[in-house]
């Protein structure tokens, strides 16, 4: 549900006094069957008047977002889902507290999940959401709740939160971030896996938000800030976060006895510094031997094999060969540049350890086969993606491929001075499980299997160039 010009709604005005009318919104959650030419007996907005005044003045889409019943019934039609994802990118700072189509569709949406026989909804992306948007989405009672509603958001274990930040602007409102504690507050009873990054600039910890001075109450919608508690969480992961250490080492001591791995990317820390913050983990462990783990990568060369044409099989021909710096790139030979005697050039991309690294050598063949496919995949995709694997053994290695100038494949976290847009961790068999189309990106995201650091939304386009391996596989 993106934020567009026709999304936000203009000022409901009296057609004879000309003066702004207030809109109490009431949804109608049982909406009767009408008959062909039949009039409804109850008017949707609270009375005719209004409703008229509704119907002149607001757009289609206005009462499309607020047919509750349509959004039930669609949900019931759904009983097996397990995962829904609500997206709401593109809204204006500036316009952040003007009324939207978007808001009341929240709503609506809302009330369905409560009311819709969804036993086997476990998790929930709001990729990305606007800070109002929680409002709308609380699981708390409001408009159309039932007192039994949180029972419905206490099923939700997994959580990825990707939130608008505006905290690069003066005298920005904290009332948004006693709705995002509020939010997680609700689900807190349930939640198993937390995801949470600020789009943007760097916000405060969504989860220490009790401790923020900005966060004292202002008004008596919220009160005190309470210290959240999620006394199921096991896994954790925050991004683009400004945080004091002091936080960190009470949330690890709070949660100790559940917290089984958590990730922190782009912190910022205001005070203090990461031997402060993860000080809980020495005495808990009652050594420093955590602190001994380091990720090791290796460069690896590329190897190039033409291919004869009478045998048919690969042997090396390098001698043959005149490469020239222009063909370099990145460290890696752009293999398209070189002599015309490579009918069929072969990249090391591929790594025994890592079986399903041979996904790698046939996207790359696919991209370097046809330049038009390449310079779209290029358009679309528009990133750097880099994959970090890990096999059976425990060991890792890292491909990536660069849909941003050159639109090829290579090894190591992303070409040489060049900035990865987003990295990909997961294990060597689900990758293989991923390429295949065994498996799905949300589903191993949400399960904890598939990490994502950098931005959520780019990685969403890497799954169709995923596809090429699967296509080239097949031929």
Same mark, same amino acid.
């Given at each position: ?16 006094? +000309? ?11 049982? @909406? ?48 097996? *889902? ?5 997206? @709401?990118?593109?809204?204006?700072? $500036?316009?952040?507290?003007?009324? %939207? ?21 476990? %998790? ?16 708390? !009672? =409001? ?42 507050? =609700? ?6 896996? !937390? ?25 008596? !919608? ?8 999620? /006394? ?13 250490? /002091? ?13 089984? #791995? ?22 808990? %462990?009652? /050594? ?13 060369? @590329? ?26 790139? +990145? +460290? ?5 540049? !070189? ?21 790698? #050598?046939?996207?790359?063949? &696919?991209?370097?086969? #046809? ?26 290695? &890292? ?12 090894? +190591?976290?992303?070409?040489? =001075? ?22 799905? $990106? ?11 650091? =950098? ?19 097949? *031929?």
């Amino acid at each position: 549900m993106p934020h567009t010009a026709e999304t936000f709604l203009p000022p409901l005005l009296n057609p004879v006094t +000309g003066e702004e009318e207030v809109l109490i919104y009431t949804p109608q959650i049982d @909406c009767p069957t009408l008959t062909p030419g039949s009039k409804p007996r109850v008017p949707k907005y609270g009375t005719w008047e209004l409703t008229d005044h509704l119907i002149k003045q607001y757009s289609p889409l206005f009462h499309a977002a607020t047919n509750v019943s349509a959004f039930i019934r669609a949900f019931t039609a759904t009983p097996l *889902l397990v995962h829904l994802k609500v997206s @709401c990118p593109g809204q204006d700072h $500036a316009q952040r507290y003007r009324r %939207s189509a978007v808001d009341y569709a929240l709503t609506s949406l809302r009330i369905a999940v409560e009311r819709a026989p969804l036993m086997a909804l476990t %998790s929930l992306s709001l990729l990305p959401i606007h800070p109002m948007g929680l409002f709308y989405l609380r699981p708390m !009672l =409001g408009l159309g709740s039932l007192p039994n509603s949180r029972k419905r958001w206490a099923q939700i274990h997994e959580l990825a939160i990707q939130m608008e930040s505006y905290f690069s602007e003066p005298n920005v409102k904290t009332d948004q971030l006693k709705i995002l504690h509020s939010f997680l507050e =609700g689900l807190s009873p349930g939640l198993v896996r !937390l995801l949470f990054q600020w789009r943007g600039s760097k916000g405060p910890c969504p989860l220490s938000l009790d401790s923020e001075v900005s966060s004292e109450p202002s008004n008596r !919608l919220f009160g005190t800030l309470r210290p959240l508690r999620l /006394s199921n969480l096991k896994y954790m992961e925050l991004e683009n976060i400004l945080i004091d250490a /002091s936080q960190v080492s009470t949330f690890i001591s709070r949660h100790r006895r559940t917290l089984k #791995e958590f990730d922190f990317e782009r912190v910022t820390f205001r005070t203090g510094d990461w031997d402060e913050a993860l000080a809980p983990l020495t005495k808990i %462990s009652g /050594s420093e031997d955590w602190k001994k783990k380091q990720l090791e990568v290796m460069d690896v060369p @590329c190897v190039m094999i033409a291919e004869d044409q009478d045998s048919k099989t690969r042997r090396p021909n390098l001698e043959k060969t005149v490469i020239s710096e222009e063909n370099k790139i +990145g +460290g890696l030979w752009r293999l398209d540049l !070189l002599l015309p005697q490579f009918e069929t050039v072969y990249m090391a991309l591929k790594n025994d350890a890592f079986p399903s690294s041979a996904a790698f #050598e046939l996207i790359n063949s &696919s991209l370097a086969s #046809e330049d038009a496919e390449r310079k779209d995949a290029i358009k679309k995709g528009n990133a750097i993606f880099a994959f970090t694997l890990k096999n059976k053994e425990g060991q890792t290695e &890292s491909w990536y491929i660069d849909l941003k100038e050159k639109g090829l494949v290579g090894k +190591g976290t992303g070409p040489e =001075g060049k900035k990865t847009d987003v990295t990909l961790s997961l294990s060597d068999d689900d990758f293989g499980k991923l390429v295949s189309g065994k498996a799905n $990106a949300q589903r191993l995201f949400m399960s904890g299997k598939l990490k994502v650091k =950098g931005d959520v939304m780019k990685a969403t386009k890497m799954e169709p160039v995923l596809k090429k391996a699967q296509t080239k596989s097949k *031929l």
